[in-house]
């Protein structure tokens, strides 16, 4: 079993990743609908067992963009080990490709005895971001090459770039001490049965691993919807003993459009 944020990453952001390297990339008009205000339920279940829920939320203040992540262990799960993780990004959206350029990511996370506190902030003129450890106290200058995003902002990013099967895209994201570099794969087309019904999806998958108290031991697919939304509906992982998987059960989004 993979730790719930974890998976939160994976469903909606869900783990990853994004700005292609080296390049300040404008995103054409593809028709995409990128929605904001949106909202992102997800149930996370172990082997098909319920574990948890998790949400993503965007929206708009002025010329920011916010993204809020959430994930918590339901009741069972909490006895012996509860989660209760929050993570939030802050980007520019004036001037810059859809979600924006991150200004400022801030991770929280209390997951049974273990626990994190960190926050990024990245200044993309001055090609530096300073990483600081609040439960450490370690501080650390990190030189990039913008566009850096946070794994939140990289996701929204990648969701409406012109996904095509066969296709690879090799992306950059900063949400630890050290800028990777990651690739993106688009796997293929699948009917998927939704809580928004039965729909047509493009299946990517990040080359990422889970991290944490429960490591993944597989790779990532996400769901997408193949349509003009572009929402993750699905995303699922093996680990050590079956897999993980975070399906969307509510929120708030566009109507279907192509």
């Known amino acids: 079993m ?3 944020a974890d998976i939160a990453r994976m469903a909606c952001a869900p783990v990853w990743w994004l700005a292609f390297i080296g390049l300040f990339f404008v995103l054409p008009d593809t028709g995409f609908a990128q929605t904001v205000p949106e909202k992102l339920v997800y149930e996370l279940s172990w082997t098909g067992i319920p574990v948890g829920m998790a949400t993503q939320e965007i929206t708009d203040e002025g010329e920011m963009r916010r993204i809020v992540s959430t994930a918590r262990s339901n009741d069972w799960l909490s006895v012996f080990f ?10 520019e959206s004036a001037g810059a490709p859809f979600p924006g350029l991150t200004r400022h990511y801030r991770m929280q996370m209390s997951e049974g005895r273990h626990s994190r506190d960190r926050e990024i902030d990245f200044d993309q003129a001055g090609r530096k971001a300073v990483y ?3 439960r450490s106290g370690e501080k650390k200058d990190i030189p990039i090459i913008p566009p850096v995003f946070d794994i939140y902002g990289s996701f929204y990013y990648v969701r409406f770039l012109p996904l095509e099967v066969g296709k690879s895209f090799v ?11 990651v690739a993106v794969r688009v796997l293929r087309k699948e009917k998927l049965k939704t809580v928004l019904g039965e729909l047509d999806t493009i299946v990517i998958r990040p080359m990422v691993k889970s991290q944490g108290v ?11 919807t193949d349509d003009a939304r572009r929402i993750p509906v ?3 992982t093996k680990v050590t003993v079956g897999s993980v998987t975070a399906n969307l059960v509510g929120g708030s989004y566009g109507p279907a459009t192509r």
Do not use: C, M
């Open 82 to 91: 509860p989660v209760n993780d929050r993570i939030e990004s802050t980007l």
């Open 2 to 4: 993979s730790r719930l």
């Open 171 to 181: 992306v950059t994201v900063l949400d630890g001490k050290d800028v990777e570099q």
């Open 132 to 134: 600081r450890d609040h």
């Open 214 to 224: 429960f490591e993944g031991k597989g790779s990532v697919h996400i769901w997408l």
């Open 234 to 236: 699905r995303a699922q």
